[in-house]
């Protein structure tokens, strides 16, 4: 009971920090114990009182005093990966990283124990040639219960935040060379901070914004300002400078982009032969479900014949081009044929015919051909077609 998996990295009881649900857990857990049974009742009492100390801490300091110095949750090894005859290796960074603390921990306590059993060999020897031996303070775990000013127990090391305060002045280490402390004005009902500029004659008054502040700054005494960061090793921090540094770098950045260029992967080109091209046929008639006729189609020759002649591969055309160039030549070819019905080679009457059909999707459609005869030469005539309309039906076509 309270073992080192029940404490978190500052040494509290986690379960009883979150409320009644896990003090609920600890007194089932108390209720479940055979007291009578030979239980050692002066390690209970040194659990329980470490527990009451946890509830007195509870009652008198708020979480919040203590959430700005507590340190970093500490990952505990299993007892499977610090066995020295487990073969398994961590695999998750914070495993390694706790395994090793483990590890560390263990050496330095053999170094301790190896120390001790050294002293007592010496004061053995001393004790043999009759000298006193020396009296060493021995090794304390200490009270349990024992807390300091800020409800954390005395035995547990906290990193200090002395270095990281540290830091945030020297970050603001400008504004308190140039400005005057903070003061506080009442301003429509609410609070606001204001700083009064140590060079300024006038003894302008300015919001308590970093910014705002080196604003002003920039504005007024950018001169002074950067000769005293010179001076001091300080850098700069007013908005134009900053500005500036982070120009050059994106410049920097883009001259290395300049030089570095993408190589192009060499296009690995197949060579024709008529076995590779009669295959690749093949598998075309069958995943279009096209008939076996289609092949010795002219137009399918006139296609293939086309793409043979081009030197930097063929640019095939997309679902919305082909559809938009389709109706475009319907368009063009209704156009041209109005002006051949007109001209002077066909001189009598033309012909309709009427078809309607149904697709495989059940859409029903109707189209009308035209049919008429054109003198192509003197004495010669010839027999000529073209569809003149197309539509799709609202119904079935029958």
Same mark, same amino acid.
């Given at each position: 009971?309270?073992?080192?998996?029940?404490?978190?990295?500052?040494?509290?009881?986690?379960?009883?920090?979150?409320?009644?649900?896990?003090?609920?857990?600890?007194?089932?857990?108390?209720?479940?114990?055979?007291?009578?049974?030979?239980?050692?009742?002066? *390690?209970?009492?040194?659990?329980?009182?470490?527990? /009451?100390? #946890?509830? @007195?801490?509870?009652? +008198?300091?708020?979480?919040?005093? $203590?959430?700005?110095?507590?340190?970093?949750?500490?990952?505990?090894?299993?007892?499977?990966?610090?066995?020295?005859?487990?073969?398994?290796?961590?695999?998750?960074?914070?495993?390694?990283?706790?395994?090793?603390?483990?590890?560390?921990?263990?050496?330095?306590?053999?170094?301790?124990?190896?120390?001790?059993?050294?002293?007592?060999?010496?004061?053995?020897?001393?004790?043999?040639?009759?000298?006193?031996?020396?009296?060493?303070?021995?090794?304390?775990?200490?009270?349990?219960?024992?807390?300091?000013?800020?409800? *954390?127990?005395?035995?547990?090391?906290?990193?200090? /935040?002395? #270095?990281? @305060?540290?830091?945030? +002045?020297?970050?603001?280490?400008? $504004?308190?060379?140039?400005?005057?402390?903070?003061?506080?004005?009442?301003?429509?009902?609410?609070?606001?901070?204001?700083?009064?500029?140590?060079?300024?004659?006038?003894?302008?008054?300015?919001?308590?914004?970093?910014?705002?502040?080196?604003?002003?700054?920039?504005?007024?005494?950018?001169?002074?300002?950067?000769?005293?960061?010179?001076?001091?090793?300080?850098?700069?921090?007013?908005?134009?400078?900053?500005?500036?540094?982070?120009?050059?770098?994106?410049?920097?950045?883009?001259?290395?982009?300049?030089?570095?260029?993408?190589?192009?992967?060499?296009?690995?080109? /197949?060579?024709?032969?008529?076995?590779?091209?009669?295959?690749?046929?093949?598998?075309?008639?069958?995943?279009?479900?096209?008939?076996?006729?289609?092949?010795?189609?002219?137009?399918?020759?006139?296609?293939?014949?086309?793409?043979?002649?081009?030197?930097?591969?063929?640019?095939?055309?997309?679902?919305?081009?082909?559809?938009?160039?389709?109706?475009?030549?319907?368009?063009?070819?209704?156009?041209?044929?109005?002006?051949?019905?007109?001209?002077?080679?066909?001189?009598?009457?033309?012909?309709?015919?009427?078809?309607?059909?149904?697709?495989?999707?059940?859409?029903?459609?109707?189209?009308?051909?035209?049919?008429?005869?054109?003198?192509?030469?003197?004495?010669?005539?010839?027999?000529?077609?073209?569809?003149?309309?197309?539509?799709?039906?609202?119904?079935?076509?029958?």
């Amino acid at each position: 009971m309270f073992g080192e998996d029940c404490r978190d990295s500052c040494g509290r009881l986690e379960h009883v920090r979150r409320g009644k649900l896990g003090l609920g857990l600890i007194c089932s857990y108390l209720s479940k114990i055979n007291w009578a049974d030979g239980f050692p009742l002066d *390690l209970v009492e040194v659990k329980l009182e470490r527990l /009451i100390a #946890e509830l @007195k801490y509870l009652n +008198e300091f708020h979480a919040e005093k $203590i959430s700005h110095t507590r340190p970093a949750r500490r990952a505990f090894p299993t007892a499977k990966l610090t066995d020295e005859n487990n073969l398994e290796q961590p695999t998750l960074p914070f495993q390694r990283k706790a395994v090793d603390a483990f590890r560390e921990e263990q050496a330095q306590h053999r170094n301790n124990q190896d120390c001790e059993a050294s002293d007592e060999a010496t004061a053995a020897d001393e004790e043999q040639d009759g000298q006193e031996p020396t009296k060493k303070p021995r090794f304390s775990l200490g009270n349990p219960t024992m807390v300091d000013d800020d409800g *954390l127990l005395v035995d547990v090391n906290i990193q200090s /935040i002395e #270095e990281d @305060k540290e830091k945030r +002045e020297d970050k603001r280490r400008d $504004i308190d060379h140039f400005f005057r402390e903070p003061s506080i004005r009442q301003l429509n009902g609410k609070e606001k901070s204001y700083c009064i500029c140590k060079i300024c004659p006038n003894m302008k008054s300015i919001v308590n914004e970093a910014t705002t502040l080196r604003c002003h700054l920039e504005a007024y005494h950018s001169g002074k300002y950067r000769k005293w960061a010179q001076e001091n090793r300080f850098e700069s921090k007013l908005p134009g400078d900053i500005k500036k540094r982070k120009a050059d770098a994106e410049h920097v950045v883009r001259t290395l982009d300049q030089d570095l260029k993408e190589k192009k992967l060499n296009e690995r080109v /197949i060579k024709y032969t008529d076995k590779a091209f009669h295959q690749a046929a093949i598998e075309w008639l069958v995943a279009t479900d096209q008939p076996i006729q289609a092949l010795e189609h002219s137009k399918f020759r006139h296609m293939i014949d086309v793409a043979s002649r081009a030197t930097d591969g063929v640019k095939i055309p997309g679902r919305k081009s082909t559809r938009a160039s389709i109706k475009q030549s319907f368009r063009d070819h209704l156009k041209n044929l109005k002006a051949q019905l007109n001209g002077p080679m066909v001189l009598g009457e033309v012909s309709l015919t009427c078809d309607a059909w149904q697709a495989g999707n059940t859409d029903g459609y109707f189209a009308v051909t035209g049919h008429w005869i054109q003198e192509t030469a003197t004495m010669q005539w010839e027999l000529k077609s073209a569809l003149v309309g197309f539509t799709r039906l609202c119904n079935a076509h029958n």
